[in-house]
């Protein structure tokens, strides 16, 4: 779990592999940077003598770091409990989109020190994948995340979990079940393509259009954590989540809808005055969106920043 060295710079360059392991295991980018920094407060914490004996500092950080991350997860359900509508992990922008002309937004450069700059983009991130690990208990997620993403041995993962490495094994394949039941997601360029074909509708207030978009049992998710307005429980069913739309089309003059990467894949980004207010992620498969997540909750999008 991670490289030997004891010197301050082989020990600042495991933020980045921490930083991943921990939004993937607890879906906010807000929590992966304070589990990371308790992680590296805990290794300073040690007396030398004790960080001097432990062969590789990168093992010892992701053992931490998970462990650290396993209680949140517990803690999380109870709070979630009391969250205001439903619960949609954090987004994450693509900084190399938005530099493109008339596309300005976050700012910063790819190697700064925001934490949502170290994310790797690819499918273990995607929001419906992460929605998917967020059905998982906390010990099937860890398993399931260090085994199967990060391909830790279950040996190391056991000391995590305090288990044997056999019930990691049977935890990580339980999780891999939910994963398989979950549906594939079609081409990427297909998922562009009826991404932008929602903008447009969604523009126009084309209703039919937008029907003829969503699959016929398609979901809408909404999360605003009680801080902006939003449905509070999912809308279900095509033809209801184009009339929301189009009705949010009536109410929100000046909206600005941009194509937009969202944890790696095509979304929308709607911005007013400069400012990104809403992220949406789309689950799209045989040319229909069957899912749609959409994040307001302001506290959620400050990796999105805001227009110079």
Same mark, same amino acid.
């Given at each position: 779990m991670g490289t030997v060295g004891t010197g301050a710079d082989a020990i600042a360059g495991e933020r980045r592999q921490l930083i991943n392991v921990a939004y993937r295991l607890l879906g906010s980018v807000t929590e992966a940077e304070d589990a990371v920094q308790d992680a590296f407060a805990r290794w300073y914490g040690l007396p030398r003598s004790r960080r001097e004996e432990i062969l590789s500092p990168g093992a010892w950080l992701t053992t931490v770091t998970s462990r650290i991350c396993l209680d949140l997860l517990g803690s999380a359900r109870a709070r979630r409990e009391r969250y205001v509508g439903a619960w949609l992990p954090e987004p994450l922008p693509d900084r190399a989109e938005w530099g493109r002309a008339g596309g300005a937004g976050p700012t910063g450069p790819a190697d700064s020190a925001d934490p949502a700059d170290q994310i790797v983009l690819d499918? *273990?991130?995607?929001?419906? !994948?992460?929605?998917?690990?967020? $059905?998982?208990?906390?010990?099937?997620?860890?398993? !399931?995340?260090?085994?199967?993403? !990060?391909?830790?041995? !279950?040996?190391?993962?056991?000391?995590?979990?305090?288990?044997?490495?056999?019930?990691?094994?049977?935890?990580?394949? *339980?999780?891999?079940?939910?994963?398989?039941?979950?549906?594939?997601?079609?081409?990427?360029?297909?998922?562009?393509?009826?991404?932008?074909?929602?903008?447009?509708?969604?523009? $126009?207030?084309?209703?039919a259009g937008l029907v003829g978009l969503l699959d016929p049992a398609a979901v809408m998710t909404a999360d605003g954590g009680g801080m902006v307005g939003t449905v509070l429980r999912p809308v279900e069913g095509g033809a209801r989540i184009a009339q929301y739309m189009a009705a949010i089309a009536d109410r929100a003059p000046g909206l600005e809808l941009l194509e937009r990467s969202v944890n790696g894949m095509p979304g929308l980004v709607a911005r007013r005055a400069g400012a990104v207010v809403t992220v949406a992620a789309f689950d799209v498969c045989d040319g229909r969106v069957g899912r749609i997540w959409v994040v307001r909750n302001p506290e959620k999008l400050r990796p999105w920043g805001q227009e110079g």
């Open positions: 499918e *273990s991130v995607t929001m419906a !994948f992460l929605v998917v690990l967020e $059905s998982m208990t906390p010990a099937e997620r860890v398993a !399931f995340v260090l085994h199967d993403v !990060f391909r830790y041995p !279950f040996a190391e993962i056991a000391d995590v979990l305090g288990r044997t490495p056999a019930a990691c094994k049977q935890l990580a394949a *339980s999780a891999r079940r939910r994963v398989g039941a979950a549906r594939a997601p079609g081409a990427a360029a297909d998922r562009a393509a009826v991404v932008r074909h929602v903008k447009e509708a969604w523009e $126009s207030k084309d209703i």
